[in-house]
């Protein structure tokens, strides 16, 4: 077993962020405790999983983070920037809500939401298929497809006393028929759609690696990824926003914020052109002004 310890920044609660998670659906066992929550999540090692517990410390300044199994030092520090991506941890956060400070409107839904960071999906892969999977479904039986793909073609590792799910990579998907996930209840488009997408990436007929990714800026990304098959625009930005962790990128196309922006400004819900030049004077931090207020709906009058 190993254990890291990461010196967290003063923006950072732990448990506020695990409440409000968007992604690590199906994947995050969590542990209600009197000292805070405690998060079981397996990350990859070479290709395997590992088992991962992850606390913070009572003072609050410290996230322990512990391994199932004995790390060498290179994959300590894999694991350690899987965590710090997952969590957000290097963005300056005492920044960006100095910013959107200035703009009265906004700042109340960032005021209540002081110490929520933006969690990221670890693998562009695994965002994607979450975008297909969540597209046109609410969100409870997204959550139950997502449970069902990692029980079908996913993996599980045990630890602790906990049974802690898998996602998928892509040569485990692209093992599995359209015919077995239209059986999970999965659109036929929806399978097709999944399948393909892995057995693209599998045989390498399209590069979803970050280092790949990243050396392109955020139109080429959405260009790029938009030749997939059942990836459009909003799917596209979603996966720079929580996979690729890019700041500036506010997916106009999607109904919850332009719901959100309607409240927040007492007007019709936008269209996605006209929310596109509303969120204009918020760049260049977009990304987190689409997470306040995704995660703000409540406060304006949205559950």
Known sequence: MNTLRLEL???FDFSLSIERNVFGIGELQVVQTDAGPVVYRALWRQGEPVATKVCVERHQS????????????EEARDVESQIRHWLDLDSDYARIRDYFGADTTIRPVVDSLSGLHLQRDIHPFAALVRMMIGQQV????ATTLTNRLIHLAGRYVVWDGMTIPVFPMASEVAAVSVDELRRLQFSSRKAEYIVQLARMVDDGSIDLSA???????????????CKIRGVGQWSAQCCLLFALGRPDV???LDIGLLDALARLYG??????????RMVEKWSPYRSYAAHFLW???RMLGKG
């Open 9 to 11: 920044p003063d923006s």
């Open 62 to 73: 410290t996230l322990l983070v512990e391994t199932a199994d004995a790390l060498s030092l």
């Open 138 to 141: 609410n969100v409870a039986f």
């Open 211 to 225: 280092d790949h990714l990243q050396t392109m800026d955020d139109d080429q990304v959405v260009e790029y990824l």
């Open 250 to 252: 506010f997916p106009a």
């Open 267 to 276: 007007v019709a819900r936008p269209s996605a052109k006209e929310a596109a």
């Open 295 to 297: 995660c703000g709906r």
